[in-house]
């Protein structure tokens, strides 16, 4: 089964305010990373947690990771409309990635 | 870092067609390399992925095949599309040498839109 389920799936705010998002997982894992995707485009990856880390940040993200409810969060604080995007987190096992379906973030100017 | 190239961007076949994506990667050696598949407003599947030349593992049955003819190309083929093969294909290739483990990134290309009608 696939891995990696986010909630909310579609989030709209206003600039400069925070955005959150959450991801469930279900087995075990070694990290789980967040990736960004810009409408019709690849992916980009944003963020690595490794399953002994309980919080990482760079510049105005910030992840959290619970493993013991196999869950982790994505913050984005002070949100500019060029934040738009889909926010996937993916969780890593047997030498691949499970891709949740994905938060559908708009940033209104 | 890492540069994917994929292509096309678009492409539209009718049913019962072939296909051929090809995907290059530039700026690592020996990368596993992952064709993923992207319904409409949905999540990921993977379809396949490799860990060296001709190494191929399919994770779902399907309509599609794959191939690694060099260390640096992926290609996703069919002899013959089905309306459902229609979606957003993206490849993606991993740092070089992680085939034991993947505490890393992907990097992906910009992606095929296909559309099989």
């Known amino acids: 089964s696939q891995q990696g389920e986010e909630d909310p799936q579609a989030l709209s705010i206003q600039e400069g305010e925070n955005a959150t998002m959450n991801c469930s997982y279900k087995?075990?894992?070694?990290?789980l990373q967040w990736y960004r995707q810009n409408s019709g485009r690849g992916l980009v990856h944003l963020i690595l947690i490794r399953s002994n880390e309980r919080e990482k940040h760079s510049g105005r993200l910030r992840v959290t990771l619970d493993t013991s409810k196999k869950s982790s969060s994505l913050l984005i604080t002070a949100s500019r409309a060029a934040d738009t995007a889909s926010y996937f987190c993916?969780?890593?096992?047997?030498?691949?990635?499970?891709f949740g379906k994905g938060n559908q973030v708009v940033v209104i100017p | 870092s890492q540069t994917i190239h994929q292509w096309p961007a678009t492409l539209v076949q009718p049913v019962g067609s072939p296909l051929s994506l090809e995907c290059t990667v530039e700026?690592?050696?020996?990368?596993?390399l992952y064709w993923y598949r992207q319904a409409a407003g949905r999540g990921l599947q993977l379809l396949f992925y490799?860990?060296?030349?001709?190494?191929i593992s399919s994770e779902v049955p399907q309509n599609l095949s794959a191939s690694r003819p060099q260390d640096r190309q992926f290609i996703l083929s069919s002899k013959k599309l089905l309306l459902s093969d229609s979606g957003f294909y993206l490849c993606?290739?991993?740092?070089?040498?992680?085939?034991?483990?993947?505490?890393?990134?992907?990097?992906f290309g910009s992606g095929t839109q296909l559309s099989v009608l």
């Open positions: 087995t075990s894992i070694n990290n």
């Open positions: 490799s860990i060296g030349i001709d190494q």
């Open positions: 993606a290739s991993s740092s070089e040498g992680m085939a034991a483990t993947t505490n890393e990134k992907l990097f």
């Open positions: 993916a969780t890593e096992g047997n030498n691949r990635l499970a």
């Open positions: 700026g690592t050696s020996n990368p596993n």
